[in-house]
């Protein structure tokens, strides 16, 4: 029989093979009653279907002392008009942003605003909404996405950050080919988010969760320092955390921790209280299918949490669980 150990690694491995499955997320998106559903177990990490969820619990957050990112959720966008939807949905957001006054960070994939069509259309998606944010103190900031895309996201990101400097970019230390990506990026104290990693990746290209994925984030880190980068320290893994702070990282100038919305609100508040800068990284929007699933790979007990969280009287609030 199976070890629990056995079983939590096979569910990882069920679930990211699930999250590209877009044939399954379709299937979700049109049976109603699943949707709503599964809506609630996505509910712990997305804070609603529109921008006014993710607002509303950004400016509470910001209240209670975190910075925060806000992302529309979506990827792999395969036409034109709806690459054209998502970033008009950003513009908005941006605009509202300004409009509260909240310094805050925009993330997205580029994939959701053309990178699936061509470099070309999602290098002028991102150039307006760069022109946009110009002198706002709001970030954009570009997620990594598998790693067949990672050499036309470096490329697209050098090219705007050359061009902007309130763009930043998340490398993810599981690959390989990280280290020297990060040696060719310009610093210039530009904002990099260090990740592990949430795809599934064949072994040449990239070393799953282990000790020996820790020591390479944590070199990683030390590189990034040298080359000037300011730095978002973006896990929930408590040993990275203790041992960044350890080192002396924490307080560094331009470092922050990052956390998902609804992962570890305790390790949060924990480190907010302590005086290190946190900040939550909120989401909106319909297309929350992959992100639940990685986030249920990343920690199996979270299928126990999602059967919890659908069957419980009231819909998950997980603002309220932060300090
Ligand atoms: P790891 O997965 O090893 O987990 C360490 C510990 O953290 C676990 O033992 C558990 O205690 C806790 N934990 C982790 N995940 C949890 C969960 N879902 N629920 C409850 N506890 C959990 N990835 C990517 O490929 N591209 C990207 O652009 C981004 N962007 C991004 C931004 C930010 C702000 C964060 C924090 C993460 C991302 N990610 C990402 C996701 C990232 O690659 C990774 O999959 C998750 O952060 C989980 O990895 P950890 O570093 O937390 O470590």
Known sequence: MAT??????????TMKSIARRSDLKAYVERTPSLYHLLQRAAARYVTGDDRAAGLEAGRMLVNKGYAISLEYIGENTEDIRSCEAAALEMEQ???????????????????????????????KQLAALAEQTRQTGIELFISME??????????????AAALYPNIGITL??????????LNALQADSRRLRLVKGAYQEPEQLAISRSDALNQ???????????????????????????EAIARGWALKPGVEFEMLYGIRPD?????????????????????WYLYLCHRIAEYPPNLYQAVI?????????SVMDYE
């Not at 969280?309 to 609030?317: M, Q, S």
């Open 267 to 287: 390790l949060s508040s924990k480190l907010k209280r302590a005086g290190y800068p946190v900040r939550i990284y909120l989401t909106y929007g319909h297309e």
């Open 309 to 317: 969280d659908i069957a419980a009287d009231r819909p998950v609030d």
């Open 93 to 123: 957001l941006i605009q509202a942003l300004i409009e509260l006054g909240i310094a805050a960070r925009v993330s997205f994939d580029l994939s959701h605003i053309g990178l699936s069509i061509d470099d070309a259309f999602a290098f």
């Open 4 to 13: 629990t150990i056995d079983l939590e690694k096979q569910l990882t491995e």
């Open 146 to 159: 598998e790693s067949a895309k990672t050499e036309a996201i470096l490329a697209i990101y050098e090219r």
């Open 172 to 181: 993810q230390a599981q690959l390989h080919s990280t280290t020297q990506h």
């Open 216 to 242: 390479r984030y944590l070199h990683l880190l030390e590189q990034a320092f040298d080359r000037g980068h300011r730095v978002s320290i973006a896990t929930h893994d408590e040993r990275i955390v203790d």
